[in-house]
């Protein structure tokens, strides 16, 4: 079954004319739900993993993580905490990680009767455990159990109903992956296929603070432009309510505080502490809330183009936020003011212009990239991206309808 958008009217101010899109949940009714079951932060929290994992009950766990991480200290610590629990291993995650590697890493977790999987590492790490959850549950294969989405309204999610062994994550950045139901892999024709199942949110949360000053601020700096664009785009997504707002607006204050304190002290343990958090609250706002076009531009320009998903993350945001502000402009102005914005005698569009400038003063103060020109992408590639982009569900979600390619593309010029 679709879920099609209500046919009630757009209501508010800031739905005017045809350009917005109605909320999903009129009425002001909700349907709200926590993801993880527990989150732990305190500085060596990682050297307590294999405790808490058996604590679980896991007796045979699967440790993801990519080949970078694999070389760390985090990864190592963790790792050796986990001791006899850890039966296999899986470090080969790239980012945006593949359907392949998920089905040749469940094949050896079902070898070894694995029945609980580890991700240590950022996003892409979760999201390949997730995807091994899956197939280890479901018939598959992995292509089989995405969602789809037909432009312009209609979403078709797959259900995954089978129950799922657990996911544990220490995470390294601030993606919040770990966080949500939801996951996305690219698949072998370079397309983001993107999965959802409240069953695979992570059972448990390990985030060190202290361990984390070993990941390199730059890393830290464009997973957290991802972080605050899942508290930004929550704000004004069609299913938004007044729990993901709450988590949204405590979010962005956390992130436009500790980012820069990170990036000005890259050993500052409470600013890396301020950032994880801020971090996990987002992943709370977009497991209810969902994301909207200025992910599913980030999605496509990582899947085709290649880039990470911090550093599309960290160029697209403020065109995103222009581009839905003629619909958003109140929650928008509502960012601004979590920013510490001075809004006062400002009419709403003129304090959620502000707000984007605050965004665009947030990016240098993280030092992260601006321009899409800049992070290596090549200029031919942007028709297919927005092509892409076209069919990807976070337009479902997004305030304002995008009803041409066209209109993306014009998106992405201005981010060129
Ligand atoms: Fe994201």
Redesign the pocket.
């Known amino acids: 079954m679709p879920i099609r958008p209500s046919t009630g009217e757009a209501t508010g101010a800031e739905a005017p004319a045809a350009l917005g899109a109605p909320p999903l949940q009129p009425g002001g009714w909700f349907d709200y739900r926590s993801p993880a079951a527990r989150v732990l932060l305190r500085p060596g929290a990682i050297d307590d993993l294999g405790r808490e994992v058996a604590a679980l009950g896991c007796t045979r766990v699967m440790v993801v993580c990519g080949g970078k991480t694999r070389r760390s200290k985090l990864f190592e610590r963790g790792h050796a905490a986990l001791g006899e629990l850890g039966v296999a291993l899986c470090d080969r995650v790239v980012e945006h990680s593949s359907t392949e590697l998920v089905t040749e890493a469940a094949a050896v977790a079902a070898r070894e009767r694995i029945d609980g999987i580890v991700a240590i590492g950022g996003g892409s790490a979760s999201d390949t455990a997730k995807g091994i959850a899956i197939l280890l549950a479901e018939p598959g294969p992995i292509e089989a159990c995405a969602s789809r989405f037909v432009p312009p309204d209609q979403f078709f999610p797959t259900e995954l109903p089978n129950p799922k062994i657990p996911v544990i994550a220490g995470p390294t950045t601030a993606?919040a992956a770990e966080v949500t139901p939801g996951q996305g892999l690219r698949d072998a024709r370079g397309r983001k296929l993107l999965f959802w199942d409240v069953k695979l949110a992570s059972s448990l949360i390990v985030l060190d603070p202290q361990a984390n000053v070993e990941v390199p601020v730059a890393v830290m700096a464009t997973s957290a432009m991802?972080g605050f664009?899942?508290c930004a785009e929550g704000l004004y997504s069609r299913l938004r309510n007044p729990i993901s707002e709450a988590l949204a607006l405590h979010g962005i204050r956390l992130f436009a505080r500790a980012l820069p304190a990170m990036v000005a002290d890259p050993r500052d343990v409470d600013a890396r502490a301020g950032v994880l958090t801020a971090a996990h609250l987002s992943g709370m706002v977009i497991s209810n809330s969902r994301?909207g076009i200025h992910?599913a531009v980030?999605h496509c320009l990582g899947a085709r183009g290649g880039l990470s998903?911090g550093v599309a993350?960290s160029i697209m945001l403020p065109h995103a936020l222009a581009y839905n502000l003629p619909v958003a402009a109140e929650r928008l102005a509502a960012m601004a003011a979590a920013m510490g914005v001075d809004t006062r005698g400002l009419g709403t569009e003129q304090a959620a212009e502000a707000g984007i400038e605050a965004v665009r003063a947030l990016q240098r103060a993280a030092g992260v990239p601006t321009r899409l020109r800049d992070a290596g992408l090549d200029r031919s590639l942007l028709p297919a991206i927005a092509e892409d982009t076209f069919g990807d569900r976070g337009l479902f979600f997004n305030p304002r309808r995008t009803t041409s390619v066209d209109a993306i593309v014009d998106l992405l010029e201005r981010a060129w």
Do not use: E, F
Request: with cysteine; net charge neutral; proline share 0%.
């Open positions: 993606s991802n664009a899942h994301v992910h980030c998903h993350n």
